[in-house]
C-alpha cells in the first residue's frame, strides 16, 4: 500500500504541472476547421510556446471563445496585432504596421467552403484576427471580432488521433 500511494504522489507530481501549464489535450468538435480538423481528431495543445514568442500567421491555436470564455475554439490565424484585415468578395488580405498590404493564399481552403462576405478590421497591439478553415460554416473573428491576446491558449503541437494522419504542428501554414 505504500509504495502504491508512493506511485501515486510521484505521478502527481509530474502530471499535474505539465497538463497544467505546458500541454492539454483537446478534441476537435464541429465543421469549422474542416477539412484540416474533423470531429473526433485528438490534439494535444503547446501551452508553453508563447510565453516565450508570439504566434504567428498561419498558426493553427486553440481559444477560449470571447463571447464564452468556458468555451474552446480552434482557429487559424490570419491577423496580427496592429494590421488590418480585410476581405473583399472573400478574399482575404493583410495591411501590415509598415502599410503594406498582401493578399493571403487561401489555396487551402476547399472551394465550396468559401465565402462571399466583405469587412475590414484594425486591430489593437493585444489582437489578433483568427478564421476557421470551413470559412462558410465558422464562428470566428468575422462574427464575434478580434480575439484578446490573453484568450490564446496555446497551439496545435500534434494531433495523435485518427492514427492515419498523426503529425507534429498539424495543420500549420506558413503565408509567407
Do not use: C
Given at each position: 500500500?505504500k509504495?502504491?500511494?508512493?506511485?501515486?504522489?510521484?505521478?502527481?507530481?509530474?502530471?499535474?504541472?505539465?497538463?497544467?501549464?505546458?500541454?492539454?489535450p483537446?478534441?476537435?468538435?464541429?465543421?469549422?476547421?474542416d477539412?484540416?480538423?474533423?470531429t473526433?481528431?485528438?490534439?494535444?495543445?503547446?501551452?508553453?510556446?508563447?510565453?516565450?514568442?508570439?504566434?504567428?500567421?498561419?498558426?493553427?491555436?486553440?481559444?477560449?471563445?470571447?463571447?464564452?470564455?468556458?468555451?474552446?475554439?480552434?482557429k487559424?490565424?490570419?491577423?496580427?496585432?496592429?494590421?488590418?484585415v480585410?476581405?473583399?468578395?472573400?478574399?482575404?488580405?493583410?495591411?501590415n504596421?509598415?502599410?503594406?498590404?498582401?493578399?493571403?493564399?487561401?489555396?487551402?481552403?476547399?472551394?465550396?467552403?468559401?465565402?462571399?462576405?466583405?469587412?475590414?478590421?484594425?486591430?489593437?497591439?493585444?489582437?489578433?484576427?483568427?478564421?476557421?478553415?470551413?470559412?462558410?460554416?465558422?464562428?470566428?473573428?468575422?462574427?464575434?471580432?478580434?480575439?484578446?491576446?490573453?484568450l490564446?491558449?496555446?497551439?496545435?503541437?500534434?494531433?495523435l488521433?485518427?492514427f492515419?494522419k498523426?503529425?507534429?504542428?498539424?495543420?500549420k501554414?506558413n503565408?509567407?
Amino acid at each position: 500500500m505504500k509504495e502504491t500511494l508512493k506511485f501515486i504522489f510521484t505521478v502527481a507530481i509530474i502530471v499535474i504541472p505539465i497538463r497544467t501549464f505546458v500541454a492539454q489535450p483537446f478534441i476537435v468538435k464541429g465543421p469549422s476547421m474542416d477539412p484540416t480538423f474533423t470531429t473526433g481528431h485528438y490534439l494535444i495543445v503547446d501551452e508553453l510556446s508563447y510565453r516565450f514568442k508570439n504566434p504567428e500567421r498561419g498558426d493553427v491555436i486553440i481559444l477560449k471563445y470571447p463571447k464564452d470564455p468556458k468555451t474552446f475554439f480552434v482557429k487559424r490565424i490570419i491577423g496580427l496585432p496592429g494590421e488590418t484585415v480585410e476581405i473583399r468578395d472573400g478574399k482575404v488580405s493583410v495591411t501590415n504596421k509598415q502599410g503594406s498590404t498582401t493578399p493571403l493564399k487561401d489555396d487551402f481552403i476547399d472551394p465550396k467552403n468559401k465565402i462571399s462576405d466583405s469587412s475590414k478590421t484594425t486591430l489593437l497591439d493585444t489582437e489578433y484576427f483568427v478564421m476557421g478553415d470551413n470559412r462558410a460554416q465558422s464562428s470566428d473573428s468575422r462574427h464575434w471580432g478580434p480575439l484578446p491576446r490573453d484568450l490564446i491558449v496555446g497551439r496545435a503541437f500534434a494531433r495523435l488521433y485518427p492514427f492515419s494522419k498523426i503529425n507534429i504542428f498539424p495543420g500549420k501554414i506558413n503565408f509567407d
